[in-house]
């Protein structure tokens, strides 16, 4: 796929292009999730808040209001094709035919809609923020994710003449190869595109998708974005996120059963899916914890993702812990997700992929690029291990302005439930700088749940 992004970015008409082509350009989870709550929570209320953790970066100053608001209009009057709805009736995700149900598809096409929205600006930032059921409300993360990161991309492309959106996009295609051709060949390479919430575009995030799979083979194993997967004919990657154990936390009427809840999701998803897609997202309240407490049939979940904690320490948690429950760890799945690049990649590829020399542990190693360096590992899978690469593959521009600016350098956004039902939501993670919720109710989760094995880490975009 050749595309001029110079020539498109310094010639076209932005007003006129729409960010949100299709309802279906949101992470394949989201979709998952939302026949979840359709079919458990369907008179459940739940708000929504986006966020700019990169405060620095003043969104409101460099576009208007009303483009956000354009944009949001255009969304709000899109419905799925059919041609989309006859892709989710008649594809096979992770082996399975029909993980859709007939009757979920009907409503999608017939009765699902996008909740309003509320808009403003405070303080150079703008705040956007969505109320009414759960099943209108939770699409607009990845939607409202993409509008405002692509338009702060546009925002920075207009004050480029052409011949230096050419040199940026020059660099950052060059910056690409590299990364690929470090990855091209290694054998049982995994890696996934996980990248829609903090894409520079969604022409580019097409173009970098395109570039792995013609180059990876078959250590590019998908992609997140189920719009891509369904225009490319690649596997659409994805099961569930931290939004589901937050909401019923939140619901929650007690203390015990708030702790209880972060397995009543488990139950509740492995049922409704009839024992596939069982991949842990443990680290809502603390992986640590969550662990220890974990029901017995948990063991048989095929694996887990690794979102807020150190991968390397929390694969080995996990192996520990399945030793502790008497299973072996070779044919079980570790996903990393959390600001990757090609070193880390790499570097958790071998060390799960190969086995420790006798003594050697995660704390003797700086880094992954230390770990390749001094090779303390010999032939022999741990664990089965993928990567979902997000930022750093799709958003990559560090570096690449002609003009030596950091406008187009990635910022973390996020978009997270606030409240369910009118009650706070809360998100403790593995990271004390991740926590999300009022103070008050953080301290309560903190003192229901623990602190184990949480630490305090900067962030990443």
């Known amino acids: ?65 009303h483009d956000i608001a354009q944009q949001m209009e255009h969304v709000r009057k899109l419905r799925f094709r059919k041609s989309e709805l006859v892709w989710l009736a008649g594809n096979t995700f992770y082996g399975r035919r029909g993980i859709f149900e007939p009757a979920f598809l009907e409503w999608l096409e017939r009765d699902f809609k996008l909740s309003d929205y509320a808009l403003s600006v405070k303080d150079g930032q703008f705040h956007l923020s969505f109320d009414g059921l759960w099943t209108d409300t939770t699409m ?14 546009r925002a920075n492309l207009k004050r480029l003449s052409e011949f230096h959106l050419d040199i940026l996009y020059a660099k950052a295609k060059t910056k690409l190869w590299s990364k690929i051709e470090r990855l091209r060949g290694v054998p049982g390479l995994s890696v996934a595109d996980f990248g829609t919430r903090r894409r520079h575009s969604f022409l580019w995030q097409e173009y970098v998708v395109k570039a792995m799979a013609s180059n990876l083979g078959r250590g590019f194993i998908g992609t997140s974005n189920a719009f891509l997967a369904h225009k490319h004919d690649l596997e659409a990657i994805g099961t569930n996120a931290h939004e589901i154990p937050m909401v019923l936390a939140a619901l929650a009427p007690d203390d015990e059963a708030l702790e209880l809840s972060q397995y009543h999701v488990l139950k509740l998803w492995q049922d409704t899916y009839e ?32 979102d807020s904690k150190n991968p390397y320490v929390a694969g080995d948690e996990y192996i520990a812990w399945l030793k502790t429950r008497g299973r072996e760890s070779q044919d079980k799945l570790i996903i990393a997700s959390d600001a990757l690049d090609v070193d880390e990649i790499l570097g958790l590829h071998a060390y799960f992929g190969g086995a420790l020399h006798a003594g050697t542990t995660t704390a003797d190693f700086r880094s992954a690029a230390d770990f390749l360096n001094r090779r303390k590992w010999t032939p022999g899978r741990r664990i089965r291990f993928s990567a979902g690469w997000g930022t750093l593959l799709t ?8 003009n030596g600016g950091s406008g187009f350098e990635p910022i973390s956004l996020i978009c997270k439930v606030s409240d369910a039902e009118g009650r706070p939501a809360v998100k403790l993670s593995d990271n004390y700088a991740k926590a999300l919720g009022p103070p008050d109710e953080i301290e309560r989760y903190r003192r229901v749940f623990g602190t184990a094995g949480i630490t305090n880490t900067p962030l990443v975009a």
């Open 1 to 65: 796929m050749i595309v001029n992004f110079a020539e498109r970015a310094h010639n076209h008409n932005w007003e006129l292009d729409p960010v949100i082509r299709s309802l279906l350009d949101t992470d394949f989870y989201k979709l998952l999730m939302l026949q979840f709550v359709w079919k458990h929570f369907p008179k459940t209320h739940a708000s929504f808040a986006l966020f700019n953790r990169s405060s620095t970066v003043r969104l409101a100053d460099l576009f208007p209001i």
């Open 140 to 153: 607009w993360e990845l939607y409202a994710l993409s509008i405002l990161d692509e338009l702060r991309t």
């Open 275 to 306: 024992g596939a897609l069982r991949i842990m997202l443990p680290d809502t309240f603390g992986t640590t914890q969550f662990l220890e407490g974990a029901p017995g049939w948990a063991v048989d979940w095929t694996g887990q993702r690794i």
């Open 395 to 402: 958003n990559d521009f560090r570096g690449c302005d002609p």
